[in-house]
């Protein structure tokens, strides 16, 4: 299915003054209702150097969802946007929203791993550059949450970075692996052709999203895509942070 009413072209400051959507959360380096990401060759390569595991554009994403950190606690937001400022490839591919109603599996999968039972898991970094061209990165990345909720009718799912530590007798790692390879099968989803200057929202809580290898790199740009990502302060508290 394709994804036309969600797609926006306004000025990022008219959308913001004209339309509330959400409330958002301060990013918690800038202090920003937004985080701002910028890939390039030479923070990729920096990126290596300091064993930190990032995703490139040129490197494909899966379907997962969103989370915030507040202190110690985790939360699912319930709303994430993203605004790409500037893509430095021809092929650009889709960005894609599966809502969980639409992934046959999704049940499955759910009883497999089971409901509101916690794991450990470290999520994906998000990395800053210091004044001096090093990586900075912000830790408080390992947190015990469910990966599947059930409250009456709202059914969620947390899915972010990797299974660290498992407790039950199940092979997680290999379930979630299947679990994946499912969800990007799924016949059913949304799509929209990733372009600079679109904004994307979506219902973080209701499903996972993922995007496109980007091909055809632009050569001579400092960054090779630029975007700014927001997440809401309303969501649902789902785990905690703890020391590896």
């Known amino acids: 299915a394709r994804w ?34 910028n890939a390039s060759k030479e923070g990729e ?63 499955s999968y759910a009883e497999a791993i089971g409901w509101n039972v916690p794991y450990k898991t470290e999520l994906t ?40 530590k498992n407790e039950s007798e199940i092979d997680i790692k290999k379930l979630i692996n299947a679990l994946k390879e499912s969800m990007q099968k799924n016949p059913n989803r949304y799509y929209i052709p990733q372009k600079a200057r679109r904004i994307i929202l979506m219902k973080n809580s209701a499903g996972a999203h993922s995007r496109d290898i980007f091909n055809d790199y632009i050569p001579g740009t400092r960054y090779t895509r630029s975007f700014m990502r927001s997440i809401s302060l309303e969501g649902k508290q789902i785990g905690i942070t703890y020391q590896s």
């Open 125 to 164: 970094p998000i990395v800053y550059p210091g004044k001096d061209g090093e990586v900075e990165n912000l830790g408080q990345s390992f947190v015990k949450a469910p990966i599947f909720f059930n409250e009456g009718n709202n059914k969620s799912m947390f899915l972010n970075g990797e299974i660290t």
């Open 4 to 37: 036309a009413a969600c797609s926006i072209r306004l000025n990022p400051h008219e959308v913001t003054k004209n339309h509330k959507f959400m409330s958002p959360a301060m990013d918690r380096r800038n202090h920003t209702p937004f985080t701002l990401y």
């Open 45 to 107: 390569r920096k990126l290596k150097e300091a064993g930190l595991k990032f995703y490139s554009p040129e490197e494909k994403l899966g379907f997962h969802t969103d989370g915030r950190i507040d202190n110690s606690n985790v939360y699912l937001p319930d709303l994430l946007s993203i605004y790409s400022l500037f893509i430095a490839y021809k092929k650009t591919g889709n960005f894609y929203w599966l809502p969980f109603t639409l992934w046959n599996e999704f049940e």
